[in-house]
Nanobody, 123 residues
């Protein structure tokens, strides 16, 4: 069972930056797809970014390309999301998610989820 705990959310003004972290534990295997999702009030959940524990290609939603960066520190079992040039529309609950294997089917089939961390961007 993979356990995920997000942190780093908060309130900042538009144009600012935040760094989200996701502490992962309970790994049994070495191959996992790790990702970030977000859900704004009244909207559907949206996939934001993903990467694999073995490195390689990352996924970034078009809405965050050039502003967000996903990274994984395998030594610390920590997934991060660096968010720069934040916009009001980035306001959402951000969730960390994981699934065994590669990210071929991302954003579908993510079986492990954290409880989320709230990001609020003001104008």
């Amino acid at each position: 069972q993979v356990h995920l705990v997000e942190s780093g959310g908060g309130s900042v003004q538009a144009g600012g930056s935040l760094r989200l972290s996701c502490a992962a534990s309970g790994y049994i295997y070495s191959s996992y797809c790790m990702g970030w999702f977000r859900q704004a009030p009244g909207k559907e959940r949206e996939a934001v970014a993903a990467t694999h524990t073995g490195g390689g290609k990352t996924y970034l939603a078009d809405s965050v390309k050039g502003r967000f960066t996903i990274s994984l520190d395998n030594a610390k079992n920590t997934l991060s999301l660096q968010m720069n040039s934040l916009k009001v529309e980035d306001t959402a609950m951000y969730y960390c998610a994981a699934d065994l294997g590669y990210c071929y089917s991302f954003p579908y089939g993510m079986n492990y989820w954290g409880k989320g961390t709230l990001v609020t961007i003001s104008s």
